[in-house]
């Protein structure tokens, strides 16, 4: 599923200014939103009134192994959710506005609050109690080339005394923006052979579809929150190539994949005392992939074939404690089996080609001890501090065979001081270990690119960093900011790409540790509400990102930027409410963005244009909601690009590369959601 229909599809947080009146008290360790500071905006979901908060961008977590390192910025009522597969932007949009008793943002640290690494974190705070409400959404994504894509949503929550429950489940289909017709192909030869110019037709499409669920009840003098979710989705792509010149010649490729994912995972909470708390999740995890890669070129037909199972089983509990109102500890451990059989099959003509990595079974036995103190010892000081200390244990069996331990320990410190009302600093330095992705552990093709067959590497081991963190942020007036962050990280084993040679001599990329590197980050985001300057229900939100990184190229010994970063990001989001009409209207903007990723034979650099989304948002009663997108207006001159410099050996030599150069258009569309909510 390509970014741009993620961006289509998703609920926008729609954001609208306050009555300057009701915003909170400028900066402090934790600063509330009560519903007050967004009654003019009228937010439908929680997730709605976090677009809104100043100085807060939602971090939805890592898709990594483990429970400790996934976490995203956001809490409900204090605690992560349960789930690692139901992301919490999905959890919160399950949350009604009028279910929000308050949200409160903490920057630095608070007592009793795990920052999970964090500088910012959001706590949505529930009203408790309340009967049952549920919500119907349906949305039509129309494309100008013709193509249709709906989408359905329904959910239901409610209270039994003091039971809850919840259930949620969608449906949708959507195009993959990186495919369409009319997309322009060349390649430049090297040898000054004249040029290979195609006409390049692809069409993909992403179907899927979930349901979830989830119920609280006491017991034992706690509370036991139980939740479950199934996720099927299907993804297929078909391109015809059609070659102009020199000849004429047509190829043919396509590309298919589907996955099937359940999770069932509980917590149980219980106060030992007054100021003793216990807690402990249990969850599993399962992902079925079947990938399959065709190519038809001059009569040669290649199949590549992948099918995988992974499991992820999670145990982890905590002790909190706290010790008044200043400081609090909490202590814990988690352990995790993580489980990978893969087989791969890759043939030309109908002949097996023989593939690094092709069948392999990989285990991870991962565990961690940690101790984390947040302690406030004056007003103006917060510290928030934290020690872990992981081990794991992995093995692979198959076409891989080997044995491995591994252990960090993993320092954390945090400081926040605030000099004035109006201007927080912060600063973090912490050690920090990557987790190993198994989708590097196996091989991968995508054969209509020029990258063919990628081979697999379970002998990975994870990057490690030493990270330091700088944050300003500065309250210009009321509900406005601006905040400013640096940060470095000194990177040892970096995980980028490198050669690996079949038995037969054949050379593939893979993923590799390439040694050490660096990378910088200058972050800066504000939040500018216009109401206090006489411009009432205008709101200016937006972030600009400017990246650096260097390691040393394992096939050329020269210095050069770390694959697949992007070297800067920017948007622009603007709001304006009109309440009397209600109706808000808005416009985001999206920077385009350059990436390259380099393998021993090749440099492929990615890029897309600018593009524009405006929306509206018609709200007729309480309750019922229609949105309006056009997700792509600056299209057809919104292009991604994809250029592949091949060499005919390794990158670093005298000789020139070939260059194949392809562009595909996006189509517009228009994009409806009409949702009514009940109770």
């Known amino acids: 599923m390509s970014l741009l229909y993620v961006l289509a599809q998703a609920s926008v947080a729609v954001v609208s200014p306050a009555d300057p009146a009701s915003a909170p008290a400028a900066q402090a360790a934790v600063t509330s939103y009560p519903p007050a500071f967004f009654a003019a905006q009228n937010p439908g979901t929680a997730l709605d009134m976090l677009g809104r908060i100043p100085g807060f961008s939602l971090d939805n977590g890592s898709n990594v192994r483990g429970f400790e390192g996934a976490a995203g910025n956001a809490l409900i009522d204090g605690q992560r959710p349960s789930s690692k597969s139901d992301s919490i932007d999905q959890v919160l949009q399950r949350i009604p506005a009028g279910k929000v008793e308050r949200i409160d943002i903490i920057r630095g640290g608070a007592p009793g609050i795990d920052m999970q690494g964090k500088t910012v974190i959001a706590n949505v705070i529930v009203r408790k109690g309340g009967g049952a409400r549920a919500l119907l959404a349906v949305s039509n994504y129309t494309l100008s080339n013709g193509r249709e894509f709906a989408g359905l949503r329904g959910e239901a929550s409610g209270a039994l005394g003091d039971r809850t429950w919840e259930v949620a489940a969608r449906t949708g289909a959507g195009p993959d923006d990186g495919a369409s017709r009319g997309g322009r192909g060349a390649v430049l030869y090297a040898d000054g052979r004249p040029p290979k110019l195609s006409r390049l037709d692809s069409e993909g499409q992403d179907l899927n579809g979930s349901i979830a669920g989830a119920g609280e009840t006491p017991l034992a003098g706690g509370r036991l929150r139980l939740n479950g979710r199934v996720y099927r989705e299907k993804y297929k792509n078909a391109e015809t190539d059609t070659i102009l010149s020199p000849s004429l010649e047509v ?9 099937t994912d359940t999770e069932l995972g509980g917590r149980f909470t219980r106060d030992l005392n007054a100021v003793t708390s216990l807690e402990t999740v249990a969850l599993r995890t399962t992902r079925r992939r079947d990938t399959e890669s065709l190519s038809n070129i001059a009569g040669s037909a290649s199949d590549f074939a992948n099918h995988r199972e992974s499991s992820e089983a999670i145990l982890r ?11 609090s500890l909490e202590a814990g451990a988690e352990a995790a089996d993580n489980r990978l059989d893969s087989r791969t099959s890759f043939t030309v003509d109908g002949t097996a080609q023989s593939l690094p990595a092709a069948n392999v079974q990989v285990e991870e036995k991962r565990s961690e001890l940690f101790l984390k103190a947040t302690w406030r010892p004056g007003a103006q000081w917060t510290v928030d501090a934290a020690l872990r200390y992981e081990s794991s244990d992995i093995s692979s069996a198959g076409d891989v065979v080997l044995a491995k331990s591994l252990a960090f320990a993993k320092p954390r410190l945090t ?14 330095i912490e050690r920090e270990v990557g987790q190993l992705d198994f989708n590097d552990f196996v091989a991968s093709s995508n054969l209509t690119s020029s990258l063919g067959v990628t081979a697999g590497n379970p002998n990975l081991n994870p990057a490690q960093d030493w990270a330091g963190e700088v944050a300003v942020e500065q309250q210009l007036w009321k509900g406005a900011s601006v905040v400013l962050t640096a940060k470095h990280l000194q990177i040892t084993d970096v995980v980028d790409r490198g050669p690996v040679f079949a038995a037969d001599g054949t050379v593939f990329d893979r993923p590799a540790n390439i040694g050490d590197g660096r990378r910088e980050s200058l972050i800066l985001s504000y939040t500018l509400p216009f109401d206090p300057l006489g411009w009432k229900g205008a709101l200016l939100k937006g972030e600009i990102v400017r990246r650096w990184s260097e390691v040393r190229d394992p096939t050329t010994g020269q210095m050069r930027p770390i694959s697949f970063l992007h070297p800067s990001d920017w948007s622009v989001n603007f709001s304006q409410d009109l309440p009397a009409r209600n109706l808000n209207l808005g416009v985001d903007l999206y920077g385009g963005f350059s990436q390259r990723a380099y393998r021993f034979n090749s440099i492929e650099t990615l890029k897309l244009r600018t593009y524009v989304k405006p929306y509206a948002e018609w709200k007729p009663r309480p309750g019922l909601r ?6 792509l207006v600056t299209a057809p001159n919104t292009r991604l690009r994809d250029t592949f410099e091949v060499f005919p050996g390794p990158r670093g030599g005298s000789a020139r590369p070939d260059v194949s150069d392809r562009a595909f258009p996006f189509p517009r569309g228009v994009y409806f959601l009409l949702r009514k909510d009940f109770g």
Not at 415 to 428: G, I, K
Not at 626 to 631: C, D, G, Q
């Open 317 to 327: 509990g905590v002790i909190k404690r706290r010790f008044g109102e200043r400081l």
């Open 415 to 428: 400081v926040s001081w605030t000099p004035v009302p109006a201007t927080q600093l912060r600063a973090r």
């Open 251 to 259: 190829q043919r490729f396509g590309f298919s994949q589907k996955n």
């Open 626 to 631: 229609l949105r309006v997108e056009l997700p």
